[in-house]
Each structure stands twice: as structure tokens, then as C-alpha cells.
């Protein structure tokens, strides 16, 4: 069974950064593409970013690209998100997934519980 568990979310103030860390177990994400999306209040989850199996590919929302770096720790077995720069407009429950293909199209597979981002300006 595959679990994503996230971690690192809070509450911050505009400028400030914050990683968000998403640990997998049931499956090695290195085999597999992963991203990150986002919900904020009264709208629809949104793609913010994502990567290949290999890392050679990552793409990023044009509102966080420059700002939000995806990674992973596959030792760790862990996706990250290191957010900086962070405004009210990044404000929302975060989420992670875990696709069931090397490349990340459509929805993934498997998804965290979610973590809440708050930024106050």
C-alpha cells in the first residue's frame, strides 16, 4: 500500500520561505514521477509542480516558477517543495502526489493528506 505523509507546512509571513517535505512508503518514488499541487479557498486544486522518475524533467506553475524548487531525496525516499518569497496569494492546503508512470500527465495516483500553507502579509 502506498502512503504519502506530509510535513512542514504553518503559517509565515509574506517574503519569508518554507519546505514542504512529503516521505513515501509502499513504493520507491525514484521509479516514478511525483508533484506538488495546491487548493486554495473556494477554488480548484491547481498543478503547482512536478518531476520525472530520473529528475531530468521538472515543470513548475508560471505563478511559483523562479520562487518553489521541487526535489527529491531518494535515499529518504522523500519529495520536497522549498518555497520562498512566499505571498497571501500562495496561501492554501498543499498537497503531494505520487504518479503510477515515469512522466507526469493527468493526475497522480496517490496523494498526501495535505498540509496548510497560511501567508500573512
Known amino acids: 500500500q502506498v502512503q504519502l505523509v506530509q510535513s512542514g507546512g504553518g503559517l509565515v509571513q509574506a517574503g519569508d520561505s518554507l519546505r514542504l517535505s512529503c516521505a513515501a512508503s509502499g513504493r520507491t518514488i525514484s521509479d516514478y514521477a511525483m508533484g506538488w499541487f495546491r487548493q486554495a479557498p473556494g477554488k480548484e486544486r491547481e498543478f503547482v509542480a512536478a518531476?520525472?522518475?530520473?529528475?531530468?524533467?521538472?515543470d513548475y506553475a508560471h505563478s511559483v516558477n523562479g520562487r518553489f524548487t521541487i526535489s527529491r531525496d531518494n535515499a529518504k525516499n522523500t519529495l520536497y517543495l522549498q518555497m520562498t518569497s512566499l505571498t497571501p496569494e500562495d496561501t492554501a492546503l498543499y498537497y503531494c502526489?505520487?504518479?503510477?508512470?515515469?512522466?507526469?500527465?493527468?493526475?497522480?495516483?496517490?496523494w498526501g493528506q495535505g498540509t496548510q500553507v497560511t501567508v500573512s502579509s
Open positions: 518531476l520525472t522518475w530520473d529528475g531530468n524533467m521538472m
Open positions: 502526489g505520487c504518479y503510477n508512470k515515469r512522466y507526469y500527465n493527468g493526475d497522480p495516483a496517490y
